[in-house]
């Protein structure tokens, strides 16, 4: 049974840094590419970013770019999400998602697992 778990999620003032985390199980993790999505109040569930198998190639949101960096972490089963310069409107339900032999796409549709999500809320 696959299963994603977040964590690190929290209230912060503008301007901090968190890092959230999500540790995967049931998965063989070496063959998934990881992505990190969003989903504000009232609103869809957007990209923020994503990273290759291997770890070595990522993306991102041009919302997020030089703010924030994903790392994957193939012997822990983990792939991390550091936030830093956080602004309220970074204020979401952050997801990770694994898509088996992706390349680390936009696309949410590409994604076969979802984790249940942690809440990111930035103060102003």
């Known amino acids: 049974q696959v299963q994603l778990v977040e964590s690190g999620g929290g209230l912060v003032q503008a301007g901090n840094s968190l890092r959230l985390s999500c540790v995967a199980s049931?998965?063989?993790?070496?063959?998934?590419?990881m992505g990190w999505f969003r989903q504000a109040p009232g609103k869809g569930r957007d990209f923020v970013a994503a990273v290759t198998r291997t770890g070595g190639s990522t993306n991102y949101a041009d919302s997020v770019k030089g703010r924030f960096t994903i790392s994957k972490d193939n012997a822990k089963n983990t792939v991390y999400l550091q936030m830093n310069s956080l602004r309220p409107e970074d204020t979401a339900v952050y997801f990770c998602?694994?898509?088996?032999w992706g390349t680390g796409v936009q696309s949410q549709h590409a994604y076969e697992y979802w984790g249940q999500g942690t809440q990111v809320t930035v103060s102003s």
């Open positions: 049931g998965v063989t993790f070496s063959r998934y590419a």
């Open positions: 998602a694994a898509d088996l």
